[in-house]
Each structure stands twice: as structure tokens, then as C-alpha cells.
């Protein structure tokens, strides 16, 4: 009995630095993802929405058709992303990490892969671009309420993340998950200066690296969860 307990105790902790490790490794592509949509497809973000409705007040104020139009196109993207993830997302419930949550990042990378074909074909073409944009910022949304099942953390929009971070040097917030919120906060910035690179320089393998991360997490997972059912 006391073995069963002991593997129980000790396969909880492992669970949960394995889901954190997934959200960081999320957040590269995050990064990646967000400075495409900034650098190439119209300056906008695909997941920092506050940033968007600036944006979007800013091109409303000096009648920009154009700003306006990628704004709310990112912003509807997005939302319908969220709508459309979370639903499969909650089925699991609230859990370490459920198959749900893979279902809903299995989504996200159907979306990815469209964008991945888009790109390659025409992304050079104005009409194009803006199929890419709903695309990536429907697959933020996705994202955004796939790790939302998980707890208090994100890998798309970082604004609480980065207050829970500051809170917590000031001892006025909660230790739990700070080196987790520490690394995404790194991870984002990493993804995103790594895509700049590749945006100059290779343009061509830049989906790689929207889709490797998600498909490390996606495949990373299930071989968890599989071993943790053959376990039990």
C-alpha cells in the first residue's frame, strides 16, 4: 500500500513540471507566431488582444481603413478560435493535463498547417495575407483556451502572467508556477526573435517553426498519457 502511495505521490509532481514544460515550450511558438502576424501579414498580434484594440482605436481615430480591417480581423479570428477550442478543451474537465487539451491543440495544428500551405503558395499576395492572419490568430485563440484548462497560466497573452511574475517579487503573490511563468515569459521573446530571423532571412522555413513546438507538445503528451494509463 505504501509503494502505491509513494508512486502516487511522486507521479503528481512529475505530471505537473511536465505540463509546465509544455506551456513554455507553447510559448516559442507563440513568439513565432505573433511577430509573423506583426512583421509580415499587417502589424497586428495574433494573441496580444489588448495590443489589437489599441490598434484598432488607433486606426478608427485616424479613419485607416486598412489597420482597422487586419484589427478586427485578428481580433474576430481569435475569438472564434476561442470559441471553437473550448468547448473540446473543457470535455476533459480539470486536469493535470487532459486528452481534451490535446484534442483542442490537435485543432490548433490543423489551423497551422493551412497557414504552412498559404504561405508557401502565396504570401506575397495582399488578399492571401489576410487568410493568413485569420488563420494564426484562430489558432492563438485555440491555444489560449487549450492551456486555459490547465490552471492559471498562458502561453499566448502574457500581461498577468508577467504581473503574477512582479507580484511575486514583491512577496505579495504566489510562488507556485513562477519558474514556469519566469520561462514563458523568456520562451515568447525567444520565439519571437528567432522567427524575426527567419522571417529575413529564410522566410520559406519559417512555418517550421510555428509547427514543431505545438507538435513536440501534441506528441509529447500523448505519449505521457499513454504511459501513465499503462502505469495504472
Known amino acids: 500500500m505504501s509503494g502505491g502511495d509513494t508512486g502516487a505521490s511522486t507521479r503528481a509532481p512529475a505530471g505537473q513540471r511536465l505540463r509546465d514544460s509544455l506551456v ?5 511558438g507563440s513568439g513565432a507566431v505573433n511577430i509573423t502576424s506583426f512583421l509580415v501579414l499587417g502589424k497586428v498580434f495574433s494573441s496580444v ?3 489589437n484594440l489599441v490598434l484598432l482605436g488607433l486606426a478608427a481615430a485616424s479613419t485607416q481603413h486598412g489597420p482597422a480591417l487586419r484589427s478586427g480581423l485578428a481580433l474576430a479570428g481569435y475569438s472564434a ?3 471553437i477550442a473550448a ?3 473543457a470535455r476533459g474537465g480539470r486536469a493535470t493535463w487532459s486528452p481534451a487539451v490535446t484534442a483542442a491543440l490537435c485543432a490548433e495544428l490543423c489551423l497551422l498547417l493551412a497557414f504552412t500551405a498559404g504561405w508557401e503558395a502565396n504570401r506575397q499576395r495582399p488578399g492571401w495575407q489576410l487568410a493568413l492572419l485569420i488563420l494564426l490568430a484562430a489558432a492563438m485563440g485555440m491555444q489560449s483556451a ?3 484548462r490547465l490552471g492559471a497560466m498562458s502561453s499566448t497573452h502574457l500581461t498577468g502572467v508577467l504581473a ?3 507580484a511575486g517579487l514583491t512577496g505579495s503573490g504566489s510562488s507556485a508556477g513562477r519558474w514556469r511563468d519566469v520561462s514563458v515569459l523568456g520562451a515568447i521573446v525567444a520565439g519571437a526573435s528567432v522567427g524575426a530571423v527567419i522571417i529575413r532571412l529564410a522566410p520559406a522555413w519559417l512555418p517550421a517553426l510555428t509547427l514543431l513546438p505545438l507538435t513536440a507538445v501534441i506528441a509529447t503528451a500523448s505519449t ?6 499503462s502505469a495504472d
Do not use: E, H, Q
Request: proline letters at 4%; charged letters at 10%.
Open 49 to 51: 488582444i489588448t495590443g
Open 81 to 83: 478560435g476561442m470559441l
Open 87 to 89: 468547448p473540446i478543451a
Open 146 to 148: 487549450a492551456v486555459s
Open 164 to 166: 503574477g511574475v512582479l
Open 24 to 28: 513554455v515550450l507553447l510559448a516559442v
Open 224 to 229: 505521457f498519457r499513454r504511459g501513465a494509463a
